[in-house]
């Protein structure tokens, strides 16, 4: 999937996804490819991504925003964590 993980102050993530797993309200998720479409609040936590060649990607997230689309893009924008 293309996923874009963005803070109001710069790009955290942009690329290919394997795995995407983040807290939410409603509690931690994994989404993969051809996810079905969703829009979340994120909660704090730790966002893990998982890239195209398996390289892990840890990104502290305080809160954010979550959509996923039906053309298999991820976009987040998040509150960076400490």
Known sequence: MKLGVYSLQKVLFEGDAREVTCATQAGEITFLDHHEPLISILSKGVMKI?????????????????EIDSNNTAKLLVEEGE
């Open 50 to 66: 998982t890239d195209k060649d398996r390289k892990k990607h840890f990104i502290p997230v305080r809160s954010g925003f979550l």
